[in-house]
């Protein structure tokens, strides 16, 4: 070859040495030393990457001779190094706080946040309420928006109700589904209390169909799912030891006439004042007392090379704020991890035990203290009835008298113990021969036994009536198997990353109590009750990010449940979503203020199948009561009755899902608005059956109904430092449900609300173009000074007659607005935190002022012997002489806003020992207009609720 020529070969050759690349292998491992899977490699500033297999190795070819490699892994700190020619690169990461933070729950598997395309929210231990909380659900008041929660009373072992959006069902099952370290509970008895809330590492709830659809049969209202505390690998032996003591006092009471003011009505109403005593007793004050809590929690925790164990007790011992009423529990937590096979295989059992012991107090005893006359002593001086004063007749106690507010409550035993153990055991093993494949299973069981007595004393007012013991056993059982196959894997050439899950799940409930009650003062046993059903899933989801910038996200799942006939067993669910991550664009990098922007979106379609029977399709007869058996000669036979039989088939709702996420100033404001649309169809509820059968009524599939809503929180840190920390934090929901159809039900309204005062009275009405919790009542009319005139109401039909046809649909209890504020202060060692909560727009009906603030109430007229009642200090007001029970005067505005709980903690650090003291204040303020007992009454109808408690509780806590 010739110069000439060597010299041109050269020249054409040159482009490609300049640019000659290399190949680059190595291993990336973890900070605890496990190889990493799925770590990405990539060569920085260009498409070019990699995955780890499940050996932590990889293989990155066309790296520049100028190139950063780059190496990032979820919950890690993203690291780079300069390509300097080396073949070889090997990485131990470093963990990185900040991005574990990042990692968030979904349906069945685990995502980044910046990934979710859903509607959910997540509430970790450290922004939980404070105080001595005994129920899991009270850490959550007021923390996120779309989730309400509402304690149902004082009463002792009594949980909140939580629901997320409005209910979506009439006659199903509105509570959400709650799912534990994975297990799906029973909602028919998914009681939380038998969780000790120190227990639970964090909340996640997930609110859109596009979120829970993968859960499908029962995820129409929602899901929580629950984490509970574990330990680490590689972690110090830690101990822990707290103990809480807690004083509480009623915080309001029912506003009734005193003694004086009672003896002073009785003769302005030109009354026989002999009937009335000497005495001045307040007896809502003598049915109450000061209520305590002691909770004591110790807690144990170790982290080895592949083994981690925590171990936790609890002991929570409460005595209520209405005498004889209290609650006892103790708890055994347990959570194992083992690593197997270098880590690919990961075993985690999980153990939750608890003893409860609830000492139910008369309730009774509640309304009997309002309306018993002042001017009565406690105790009469004959002995007779247990020394308690009592109304008589010729006979014995007076039965259309109340009793003895103490009485009641003293002559009582009754309690309910409970037994609660759930097992879980989860298997994750990494298919190693396919890189990104992963198998994981669940077996769990769910076993609950109860034991229950009620025993009167039969020389008590009244135990002299009669039927005064009864006992019942039985048992619930959850058993859970479910799998599922996850899938990963990087499509580099489309700038893609993939995630799908293929799975299944087999879950069956069972049922059984048992029980014997006196009739006719003797002990029979009552019908064995039996209840079986099951649920199977089938489902599955695909996931893809794409360039960091789009992600869709699709599920759907197939479901059968035993409650539905062959024909309308199985039914398919399905949620798709997906969202822009413009946080990831130029425009919001360089915006200078903007540090966070996501837009979301999704549609899904979920499933109700709980309604309280399990064959209502078939044509059953259920067994009677031995008290309403009938007497043939000398026996009595108890009856059996027809239930209808309706063919019923899956209640279904359709819901949309819009949000947007920001965040501004490296994300010292971050926050959320999600707006939603609900339909329900084919919904189960009771209603009327044609005429031509001996049944009542039935379930059926009777209607629809449609919901909407704006949610929206803003989280602001307002000062960030070395020694300054606060942040505050606010959220509020807008919403609205009505009721678009109720053809099944005949199109008839159905009344429902059932109220004290008369026989089968009703206030609230379900009718098509209304909410569900519409009162339907008369319209009051008022004198020129705007006092109610008694009996006398709008003729709103116009036919000179006062009658059911003129009442009307008025105002209604479910509240428009729901807020929370939440604030977090931190100085040094020094904390403070509150959190107010509150609602508006929402109605309640005055029943204890319907019931009794009347002359006719009070100077009742069915006695063998003169009585007089006591009343709501209402009637002043009013002057009616007979019960009014459907006048609208006692529909009253229930706006509020209650400082839930304020909590100073001091923490003093030291080398062997870390100690904590606080003292926290609940339920301290509450700001309304109502003039009940307490403006919060889920389901609008205020009967005597049992008042909830103000606390003030100490805190001393231990960490070796």
Known sequence: MNQKLKVILLLFLLPFFAFAQSVITGTVFESNGLPALGATVSVKGTSNGTSTDFDGKYKLDNVPSDAIIVFSFIGYTTQEIAFTGQSSIDITLKENLSELDAIVLIGYGSTKKENVTAAQTTVKADEFNKGAIVSPGQLLAGKVAGVQV?????????????????????????????????????????????????????????????????????????????????????????????????????????????????????????????????????????????????????????????????????????????????????????????????????????SQMSQEEIRNADGGAIGAAVVFDPTQSIFNTTGAFGGYFEYTNTTGPEPNAPRNPLGLLNSLDSQLDNAQARLNLNAAYNIRKIPGLKFTGNAGIDYNEFDSYSIRDFNSGAGARGNNRSFSEGFRRNQLIDGRIDYKRSLESLATDMEVTLGGSYQDFVRQTTGRSTVNNSLQENPVGIDESTLVTAFARASFDIKDLFVLSASASRNG??????????????????????????????????????????????????????????????????????????????????????DLKWETTDQWNAGIDLGFFDDRITGSVDGFYRETSDLLLF?????????????????????????????????????????????????????????????????????????????QEWSVGFDPTTFHVFRQVYDQDGNPLDGVFVDTNGDNIINDADRVRYKKANHDVYFGFTSNFNYKNLDLSFTLRGAAGGYNYNNVASNAANYGSMFPTNTQNPI????????????????????????????????????LGYNFPGDKVDIRASVTGTNLITITDYDGVDPEVFGGVDNNLFPRNRGLIFGLGFKF
């Open 150 to 350: 509402t304690d149902a009373s004082g009463r002792p072992g009594d949980g909140p109700v939580i629901r997320v959006r409005p209910g979506s069902t009439l006659g199903g099952n509105q509570d959400a589904l709650y799912v534990v370290d994975g297990v799906p509970l029973d909602q028919r008895n998914a009681s939380l209390n038998t969780i000790n809330p120190a227990d639970i590492e964090s909340f996640t709830i997930l609110k859109d169909a596009s979120a829970t659809a993968i859960y499908g049969n029962r995820a129409s209202n929602g899901v929580v799912l629950i984490t509970t505390k574990k330990a680490t690998l590689n972690s110090d032996l830690k101990l822990g030891y707290d103990v809480q003591f807690a004083v509480n006092q009623v915080q309001n009471y029912a506003d009734v006439l005193s003694a004086e003011e009672f003896r002073q009505l009785v003769i302005d109403q030109g009354r026989d004042t002999s009937v009335l005593g000497t005495a001045n007793t307040d007896w809502q004050n003598e049915i109450y007392q000061n209520g305590t809590r002691a909770i004591h929690n110790f807690t144990a925790e170790k982290g080895y090379e592949t083994t981690s164990i925590r171990a936790s007790l609890g002991y929570t011992n409460e005595h209520g704020t209405l005498l004889k009423s209290g609650y006892e529990r103790a708890t055994l937590g347990l959570n194992i991890r083992q690593d197997f096979l270098k880590g690919d295989l990961k075993l985690n059992f999980t």
């Open 561 to 646: 449940s035993s409650r539905f006939s062959e024909e309308n067993r199985w039914a398919d669910f399905y949620g798709a979503s997906g969202a822009i991550k413009l946080t990831n664009t130029t425009i919001v990098q360089n915006s200078g203020f903007l540090s966070q922007l996501k837009i979301r979106g999704g549609f899904g379609q979920t499933g109700q199948q709980d309604i309280p029977v399990s064959f209502a399709f078939l044509s059953v007869f259920t067994p009677g009561q031995p008290q309403a058996a009938v007497q043939f000669g000398d026996q009595f036979v108890t009856t059996i009755r027809p239930e209808g039989a309706i």
């Open 687 to 763: 209603g009327p059956l044609p005429a031509g059968g001996l049944e009542n009524g039935s379930f059926q599939n009777a209607g629809s109904t449609s919901s909407r809503g704006i949610e929206s929180s803003i989280s602001i840190k307002m000062i960030q430092s070395e020694n300054i920390n606060w942040t505050l934090s606010a959220n509020a929901t807008v919403q609205e449900i009505e009721i678009t159809d109720l053809a099944g039900a005949q199109n008839a309204p159905v009344q429902v609300g059932g109220i004290s005062g008369g026989v089968g009275n009703t206030i």
């Open 868 to 903: 007089y009642i006591n009343s709501p200090v209402d009637i002043l007001d009013t002057n009616f002489s007979q019960q009014r029970l459907f006048s609208d005067y006692y529909i009253q505005k229930a706006d509020f806003i209650k400082l839930d709980n304020i909590s």
